[in-house]
């Protein structure tokens, strides 16, 4: 939904699509307008008391000029504008009291950060109707119910799904195509409520399993999911069909599809999911759907995660002792670091395990403090510490039942010198990653990435 142009390939999507199926759509902010809006709170919140509406006015202007290009009737543009300058006045009469008081909740974050979707959503439907589509714009906070956790709410299924088809079964039948705020909902006392950033994606999640759809499309700005990084591997294909779980262990690792929790709802129905490309919708893009309809090919694609440190907690001493593993995790969640990755040898004299860079000399610290009694004892050698490793993901639902593919991976590794320092298989069964050095990570990635099964892949198509 970033711009003009993606207005107008969208509404040639949904002009096609409507032909055959019953459409809704669900829309995001403008690009950057969720960041502009929360900059105005908390700009307001530091006690300044001017940016808010410099943001309104750039805001306005930007939703009138949309509504100039995509917008052709004049009393549409009038109620438009209208509604866009409601909008952004309830913009800032939260930023002034934001800005009065000096304090920021997460429920009026909410309220803020969801105008992004109810100024578009109006815009979105109004460009449709110029096309000759019947459109209507619907707010989620009457279709999404969630629990109040304000930034990252969770849907309340039930309620949500009886909402949503009282309210947008009878517009579909009609004839109408929904057009739905994303990244909104709201608690069962009608307060505004957000799905956590990025998260109109988990809204059509919500609503296509709540309508029990046939499929549920994500249009993004790319072909599919890839095989690997394009920017690493030239030859990188986009995968026609994947598995549920294989999606979760790529997003998982960075490849920045979505977060796994986005298409539970789907995977629960046993919904398809669609990946495909708003500029080049005639691209098949890629399928993604229960594991025994998606194709076994071993190994369908390799990402790397970077920026991460290994740390090593290590020594004699930890042999058989009960609770060491359990004190070291505690240790770790204090500083409310995600571990990636975790690997311990039998010989129980080591554990180590992956976290992002960042945190790394606070997690150490924390675990000498933690482990403090064993240091001072030689129990425990130490917490090492090792910078720059990147994790190797190499996903694939055959890759844990095909008999030999961890040593071809091993052994593509090999021949290009690299050496691995630790590896674990994903606990979904169709992941093997491994920790090789930053300045290897490449490298891993071209050696592993000719192992991709070549069917049901196609060339990304130039646009
Ligand atoms: N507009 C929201 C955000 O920027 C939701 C989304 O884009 O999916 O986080
Ligand atoms: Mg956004």
Known sequence: ????????????????????????????????????????????????????????????????????????????????????????????????????????????????????????????????????????????????????????ATPLMAETEAQVNAELRPLLEQGYVPVITGFLGATANGITTTLGR????????????????????????????????????????????????????LAYFGAKVLHPKTIQPLVEKNIPVHFKNTFNPEHPGTVVMPRGEAGAGAIKAVTAIRNLTMLTVAGRGMLGVPGIAARTFTAVARIHASVLMISQASSEQSICFVIPSKLANDVKQSLERELANELARRDIDGVFLQDQAVIISVVGAGIRTTPGIAGRIFAALGDVGINIHAIALGSSECSISLVVDANDADTAVRAIHPLTARVETTTPQLV
Do not use: W
């Open 198 to 249: 990025g998260g109109s994606d988990y809204s059509a999640a919500v609503i296509g399993a709540s309508l029990n759809a046939d499929t549920v499309i994500f249009y993004k700005e790319v072909d599919g999911v890839l095989t690997t990084d394009p920017r690493v591997v030239p030859e990188a294909r986009v995968l026609r069909r994947l598995a549920y779980d294989e999606i979760s262990e």
């Open 1 to 152: 939904m970033g711009s003009p142009a993606a207005v107008e390939a969208v509404a040639r999507i949904v002009g096609h699509a409507r032909t055959e199926h019953q459409v809704a759509i669900i829309v995001s902010a403008m690009s950057g307008v969720t960041d502009a809006l929360l900059r105005g709170a908390h700009t307001a919140a530091a006690g300044d008391g001017s940016t808010f509406g410099i943001i309104a006015g750039e805001l306005i202007a930007r939703h009138g000029a949309a509504a100039a290009e995509l917008v052709g009737d004049a009393d549409e543009c009038r109620a438009l504008h209208a509604a866009t300058e409601r909008l952004l006045t309830e913009f800032q009469t939260l930023c002034h009291g934001i800005h009065v008081l000096g304090e920021l909740t997460p429920r009026a974050l909410d309220t803020i950060g969801a105008l992004g979707e109810r100024l578009n959503a109006p815009l979105v439907a109004a460009a449709l109707r110029t096309k000759g589509i019947k459109a209507q714009a619907i707010d989620a906070a009457t279709l999404i119910r969630t629990d109040d956790r304000f930034g990252d």
